[in-house]
């Protein structure tokens, strides 16, 4: 049987300019999109598919072309990297009909149906696991896509070649237990980087409805972030071995700021801490540390002794994002634990942004 023929005449398409082979590429499998003048134009990725699956034969230059020699003329002559092909054929594989719609790098439209009569349901970018995910982007993003009512899809080519996907989504997380003061102030003494409440009959009501701390054989302890919050609140009062001198001695009671100074010399990132877990308390989540999940803080939308933990939380940058390996690190801990998946930043209007990251597989 004669293939399909298809020229490259530029860096952006591959033109099918026999109208019955065109119409029979558009018209049955969704691949490319017809010219006025007739003809078909498919994009190069396109092209490489239907080449790789013997369905096509391509000429550059009046010279006709393998699979190697054109996907080595796509990458060298366009801006299109090898992992964006990968993308593709795993989304095509998969049954879906796949269109290019900027801002994004793929729409997709279920297998079998028209692209006449329905609409895409998902939007999708791809990037490398090089790449960094960074959230500004990522939410720009994902709130294009919400406004247009469509999913929004990430994938991820790893060096092997495989593809990870994942759905990031725009998230408003809410608890139901708002913080009280109790009405009357506790005294804890800051031990290095610990936090000791010896009368722990004080703190027994903040710990019976919000679980502040940990309760130990006599001693109740806080973590810094939590003693911090107290702090600010005026509901702690806080003694230590003066952290402005060199003395020794416990002296008297110390400022927020005094707290905030000593503690980042134990915990780097303290205040970048501190700053998520206020956010989390004016949103009526119990809050405790994430560390066994490798996330910034594990929080509860109600008791958590008569519920699980809902949510883990980490920060990130606006400015470096993180990893991708690390996102997905973070992404997977969470699936295996039952827990969602949040990552934090701090927006261009300096309000907290919520982004929820999970992994699919997305079928047709």
Partial sequence: MTL????????????VIDKEDGNRLYGKHCFGQPLSGGGTALTLIEA???VERNKLSVIIRDRPVDFSQLIDFIVSQTD???HRYVAYRDLKNRGFIVKFTSPFDFSLYPGGSSIRRNTSRKYVDVFSERHRFMPDAMYGKTLKSRELRKIYLVQIVDEEGDVTYYEISITDPRGKIPHISPGTKVKGILLEGSLIVFDKEKLRDLFEREFFGQVRESTHQLSLVEAAFLLKKNILEVSAKDPLNKNGELGGSISFEQFMEHG???ESDLSERYLLYEELKRRDLIVKTGFKYGAYFRAYRDDPEENHAEYLFHLLSSKTGKNWPDISRSVRVAHGVRKKMIFVFPGIDEKMKYLMVQRVKPSC
Avoid: N
């Avoid at 399909?4 to 033109?15: G, L, N, Q, S």
């Fill in 264 to 266: 980042e010399k134990y």
């Fill in 80 to 82: 299109t990297d090898f």
């Fill in 4 to 15: 399909p023929v298809a020229r490259i005449f530029d860096e952006h398409k591959a033109v």
């Fill in 48 to 50: 490489a598919y239907l």
